[in-house]
């Protein structure tokens, strides 16, 4: 059952003070719509993080943004900072993302960009002043004996827990997602019939910082290139050039300039600078089963998933080596649909999925997100270390 956090604090009578992350979108305006339907006055904050080096290389389209809000804060008469978060957002996401890619892993920033900067930075810097921050995100909270969960969103397809899967206890406790337990299409209809001025805007794509900045580009200009071949796995034989394995990714099959294919990136070997690729409609050497997470984020703590004598285990794994498995439901990249699966905790090591089907192209550096049988709550996430 779909909660309503809203609806539950002014069922108690409080009147919270709340900030609200506003983009210019649809979404976060409508979410300051139904604050003040519900009685709620948000102070606003547009956060500017969109990277602009001194080459003016990386371009956000920011001030349309923050147009848009301001229009919206006007509307509703309500209090507005643009506050910037440029060089947290540069020295923690950005960062992260180049060091992932020359690693030759494939990195998240959406998901540490919500970890780190708004959850992380906000609140320390701002946040910290309120007693909740609203945002746009499709996701919910569940709150059962006390503890407060991360729940999916009601519509299936715009869902973005998996982004969210890194945010700890403190953090979800402190969330309101006012749009979660709504489709997009009652969204829209919400802003069109209110008329918030972004409500025919399209949907943002990609990883917000880039803007209108090409990815490949973008890691070319602080990586370089690196040309190596491209071996075929079952010959061996060198087929083709690339220009750096950070262009690339495991499950690729697009782009990778090769002759009777399809072809499908299925290993990379950074220290030869070497990608491997299978060729196929569907090799089965994109395929794994297991997928290893050396550190497991517990949103609300190791509680929930397991029964309540096995999590007491969990809490002790030096001790403990005959651990539980536990059914769950997973998702290992940004889809509609969750996989069936095993958790198991692997000792000192960390934790596995132990899927039901096979899954195609497991990327290391991806996050595995995991979810209970029914996926209404979203219990945590790991980074992949491995796939097999
Ligand atoms: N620049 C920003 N300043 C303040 N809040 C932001 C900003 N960008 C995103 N957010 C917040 O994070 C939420 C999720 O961001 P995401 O980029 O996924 O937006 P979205 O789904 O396109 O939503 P929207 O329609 O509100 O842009 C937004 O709904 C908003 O609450």
Redesign the pocket.
């Known amino acids: 059952m779909i909660q309503n956090r809203l609806e539950d604090i002014l069922k108690s009578g409080k009147q919270p003070t709340v900030a609200?992350?506003?983009?210019?979108?649809?979404?976060?305006?409508v979410?300051v719509h139904k604050l003040v339907e519900a009685g709620i006055r948000p102070t606003i904050?547009?956060?500017?993080?969109g990277m602009q080096d001194e080459d003016g290389f990386v371009d956000c389209p920011?001030e349309e943004?923050i147009e848009l809000t301001t229009l919206l804060a006007r509307k509703y008469d309500l209090p507005m900072q643009v506050v910037s978060l440029h060089e947290e957002y540069w020295d923690k996401v950005v960062s992260y993302t180049i060091e992932t890619v020359r690693k030759g892993l494939t990195p998240n920033p959406?998901m540490m960009c919500n970890k780190l900067i708004?959850f992380g930075c906000f609140e320390e810097k701002y946040g910290h002043n309120f007693d909740y921050i609203?945002?746009?995100?499709?996701a919910t909270t569940y709150t059962d004996d006390g503890i407060t969960y991360l729940g999916t969103a009601k519509d299936p397809v715009?869902d973005?827990t998996d982004?969210l899967a890194q945010i700890n206890f403190k953090q979800i406790s402190k969330l309101l997602f006012p749009i979660g337990h709504l489709d997009k299409s009652e969204v829209r209809e919400i802003a069109k019939d209110a008329k918030i001025p972004?409500a025919m805007?399209k949907?943002?794509q990609g990883i917000?910082f880039l803007g209108k900045v090409n990815y490949n580009d973008f890691i070319k200009r602080y990586l370089g290139e690196k040309p190596g071949r491209i071996i075929d796995r079952e010959t061996g034989k060198t087929i083709g050039t690339h220009k750096g394995y950070w262009f690339h990714t495991i499950g690729q099959r697009k782009g990778l300039g090769l002759s009777g294919g399809p072809w499908f990136v299925v290993k990379k070997d950074v220290k030869r600078n070497i990608l491997l690729v299978s060729r196929g409609y569907d090799p089965k050497e994109q395929y794994g089963h297991i997928i290893e997470m050396k550190e497991f984020n517990f949103i609300s703590g190791k509680v929930g998933l397991w029964s309540k004598e096995d999590e007491a285990k969990l809490f002790d794994l030096e001790k403990h080596k005959e651990l539980p498995k536990v059914k769950i439901t997973f998702k290992v990249r940004h889809t509609p649909e969750f996989t069936t699966g095993l958790l198991e905790p692997m000792g000192d090591k960390g934790f596995r999925i132990i899927s039901d089907e096979p899954i195609q192209g497991i990327a290391p550096g991806q996050y595995a997100s995991v979810y209970d049988t029914e996926h209404m709550i979203c219990y945590g996430s790991g980074m992949i270390t491995k796939g097999k």
């Open positions: 609200a992350l506003v983009s210019g979108g649809v979404d976060s305006s979410v904050f547009y956060i500017r993080i920011a943004d959406d708004k609203a945002t746009g995100h499709y715009k973005q982004f972004s805007r949907d943002s917000c």
